[in-house]
């Protein structure tokens, strides 16, 4: 059973169009990370929420974390080709040292 | 560049072989990690250093074995890999073991088992 499910899973769409990734779990989380990872390279952090019901900005990305704190979303607003690349949601668990990734988001963004 | 870097990127190697991948911050960290990466998976923790002791092995099998001889660097010695090894393994480091610690991570190491 997979503790973090992302959807959708793979995701190509236009220079300009906007888009929402989800972050679902049953689980309730201490905090949430959002990566980024481009080919060949590994995930750089985006944003870490804590507080239920948070919303973070970074530039054209809307982070949003649940108020029961158990899900996530990113949205992207007019997407750019740089945009490309894998995003990965992680939670951390209160009495667990792990932290638990999803299996990522493959998002191309055509010029 | 974060200042995580690993060696070498790319690695093929046989059933038989012994391989070290390496891994080395320059960010002054305390906790370091190894993660494989597998098509079609999460991202997987394999074990966590945090002042040079081992604090976590996530059931991995005795083929892989890490070394963390001081803060900065960290191996992982492989031997007798099956194909179902090939992957993506990934190193990070973090100031902390806090689970809202910002990881940061390396580039990977490729590794092909044929």
């Known amino acids: 059973t997979q503790l973090l499910e992302q959807s959708p899973q793979f995701l190509s769409i236009q220079e300009g169009e906007n888009l929402t990734v989800y972050c679902n779990s049953s689980s309730v989380f201490s905090s949430l990370q959002w990566y980024r990872q481009e080919p060949g390279e590994g995930p750089v952090l985006l944003v870490t929420v804590v507080t239920g019901g948070e919303v973070k900005k970074l530039k054209r990305l809307t982070f949003q974390f649940g108020d029961a704190r158990k899900d996530s979303s990113l949205h992207i607003t007019a997407a750019q080709p740089g945009d490309t690349g894998l995003y990965l949601c992680?939670?951390?668990?209160?009495?667990?040292?792990?932290?638990?990734f999803g299996k990522g988001m493959k998002l191309t963004v055509n010029p | 560049e974060t200042g995580v870097t690993q060696t070498p990127r790319h690695l093929v190697m046989g059933m038989t072989n012994k391989k070290s991948l390496k891994c080395e911050q320059h960010?002054?960290?305390?906790?370091m990690y190894w993660y494989k990466q597998s098509a079609k998976k999460p991202l997987e923790l394999m074990f966590v250093y945090n002042f040079k002791e081992q604090t976590e092995n996530n059931s991995v099998p005795s083929r892989f074995s890490p070394e963390c001889p001081n803060s900065s660097h960290l191996f992982l010695h492989l031997h007798t890999l099956q194909p179902e090894d090939s992957a993506l393994y990934l190193c990070?480091?973090?100031?902390?073991?806090?689970?809202?610690?910002?990881?940061?991570f390396g580039q990977g190491t490729r590794l092909t088992v044929v």
């Open positions: 990070a480091s973090s100031q902390g073991q806090a689970l809202n610690t910002e990881a940061f």
């Open positions: 960010l002054g960290h305390n906790a």
């Open positions: 992680a939670g951390a668990q209160g009495g667990s040292e792990k932290l638990v």
